[in-house]
């Protein structure tokens, strides 16, 4: 199984960016999607998160600017972030609980991380 995360990059302070992770290769079932962040130094931490019946969670940092939402059929989630501040900058990191086979184990997987900067 493997994710394949996009859509980061360099962003003014204000400015929006649409995260997208997709997940492929021997699935049954996807479970709960999420993204991380993480920064040089610090430990990642949970920016959002995604059940597959829609249910959202999100850290309080990121709450009322960002939304996180999911496409089942095509196994990808999103994280579109708005009014982006310099503090959001960080390596971004999609994660998706995943059954491999009827009634298998929910393994977790991460993607590679995508930079977001947000400077001016």
């Known amino acids: 199984v493997q994710l394949q995360a996009s859509g980061g990059g360099l962003v003014q302070p204000g400015g929006s960016l649409r995260l997208s992770c997709t997940a492929s290769?021997?699935?049954?079932?996807?479970?709960?999607m999420g993204w991380y962040r993480q920064g040089p130094g610090k430990q990642r931490e949970l920016v959002a998160a995604?059940?597959?019946?829609?249910?959202?969670d999100y850290a309080d940092s990121v709450k009322g600017r960002s939304t996180i939402s999911r496409d089942n059929v095509l196994n990808t989630v999103y994280l579109q972030m708005n009014s982006l501040k310099p503090e959001d900058t960080d390596v971004y990191y999609c994660?998706?609980?995943?059954?491999?086979?009827?009634?298998?184990?929910?393994?977790?997987?991460w993607g590679q991380g995508t930079q977001v900067t947000v400077s001016s």
């Open positions: 994660s998706a609980g995943v059954a491999r086979a009827y009634g298998g184990i929910n393994w977790t997987y």
């Open positions: 290769g021997s699935i049954f079932r996807v479970n709960a």
């Open positions: 995604i059940s597959t019946g829609g249910v959202t």
